[in-house]
């Protein structure tokens, strides 16, 4: 690997564990240590998730609709906003405040995705881009680490601001590395070409599954380790269940690549989403340790997979319009995940459990795993070809 895609490369794993595994989903480790205080309820827990949900929808909204002359500075205001939102969850208090919060920091995880994602993907190979999406995995293992150790040494609040220090560190690396060697990089809009009805077929059946598998697998997203903690009374269980996640996450993306090159990329979604699907319900159907293990492995070996086939699926599909298409899926992925915490909430609160919460999650994600072969069909392969030529 030549130097300069190591360090494009490693500066776009930083900006994933800023912007997605700390940004996004640092709530996640956090939330019963917020819940215990009384703070909010299954309910307002809800809300908090969907309202970063809805700027992450916005944010990949807008980016398929405006012109980005400069893309670095784009991404330097994402990491910017990121750091300074998780350091503001441990300086405000009140719902109303971490509402705003979350829905900024959703914003600008939308804003670096979607641009480190465009800025990088063109110099990656398939096993490189796996290495780059896993920077979301190593985002979530540290947090499993961190959230613990910054426990013993203050209340939730200083948990959040150590947390928002180490994405001080690591957006300084990544702005280094991807914006501040790459300032000059501009992108103008470019018009799709015109593609067959097959084409614009299989996106829009990408666009439907990607959709449900935002809608269920974010359940499991925001509530897993709050769900832990009421099955096991092992100290730190819910930090190790989210360790587990990371640490499936970080080699998954590399894994399912290589099985894409032998399967193809509509038949490895599938698997993977099928999985995914067990991962969710085991928890709740078997009710112990192991399972909560298992299913955080099942969880985390899948979810980043699965948002990187569905990436590299629709630039296959569209390879000279990557920003547009990208931010399309991500907005109905967005969409789901909002419509997820908030339906979630309300039946946690409601049934005082979090069975039909899940199960409902695990259902959605078979949904969209099954509706990729039926809907593409047998012949994508072929059709691409033609499109192509």
Not at 155 to 176: H, N, P, R, V
Not at 299 to 325: C, Q, S
Not at 334 to 339: A, C
Not at 343 to 371: D, E, K, W
Request: net charge positive; proline share 3%; charged share 10%.
């Amino acid at each position: 690997m030549r130097k300069n895609t190591l360090i494009v490369l490693l500066g776009g794993i930083a900006a994933m564990m800023v912007a997605m595994g700390i940004g996004r989903f640092a709530f996640t480790p956090i939330l019963p240590i917020m819940m215990e205080h009384h703070l909010f309820s299954a309910a307002g827990a809800g809300y908090l998730a969907s309202s970063n949900y809805l700027g992450y929808l916005i944010g990949a909204f807008i980016l398929t609709l405006v012109q980005v002359n400069n893309r670095s500075i784009l991404l330097f205001a994402g990491l910017i906003i990121n750091i300074a939102t998780t350091w503001g969850m441990g300086e405000f208090h009140g719902l109303e405040a971490w509402l705003l919060l979350r829905f900024l920091s959703g914003l600008a995880s939308a804003a670096v995705f979607v641009i480190a994602s465009s800025m990088i993907m063109d110099r990656l190979s398939a096993k490189q881009a796996g290495l780059f999406y896993g920077g979301v995995g190593g985002g979530i293992l540290l947090t499993g680490v961190s959230v613990p150790l910054l426990a013993q040494n203050g209340g939730w609040s200083d948990i959040w601001k150590g947390l928002g220090l180490i994405s001080l560190i690591l957006g300084l690396a990544a702005w280094y590395s991807l914006g501040g060697r790459h300032s000059g990089a501009k992108t103008a809009i470019t018009s799709p070409h015109q593609t067959s009805p097959a084409v614009r077929r299989i996106l829009i059946c990408l666009t439907i599954a990607y959709g449900l598998e935002g809608l269920g697998y974010i359940v499991t997203g925001t509530y897993l380790v709050a769900y832990a903690k009421t099955v096991s009374s092992i100290p730190n269980m819910a930090s190790l269940s989210w360790m587990l996640v990371g640490i499936a996450a970080a080699p998954s993306c590399i894994i399912w690549s290589m099985l894409a090159s032998r399967w193809g990329k509509k038949w490895t979604l599938t698997v993977a989403m099928l999985l995914q699907s067990i991962g969710i319900g085991i928890p709740v159907l078997f009710h112990s340790e192991a399972s909560i293990f298992a299913g955080a492995i099942l969880f985390g070996a899948t979810f980043m997979g699965i948002t990187m086939l569905f990436v590299a699926y629709a630039k296959d599909l569209y390879p000279t319009n990557n920003r547009r298409i990208i931010g399309l899926l991500t907005t109905f992925f967005g969409l789901g995940q909002i419509i997820g915490p908030l339906i979630a909430g309300h039946l946690i609160s409601g049934n005082g459990g979090y069975l039909t919460a899940l199960i409902g999650a695990a259902f959605i994600v078979f949904l969209g795993a099954v509706s990729l072969p039926l809907g593409i069909g047998r012949t994508d392969r072929q059709r691409l070809e033609l499109a192509r030529s």
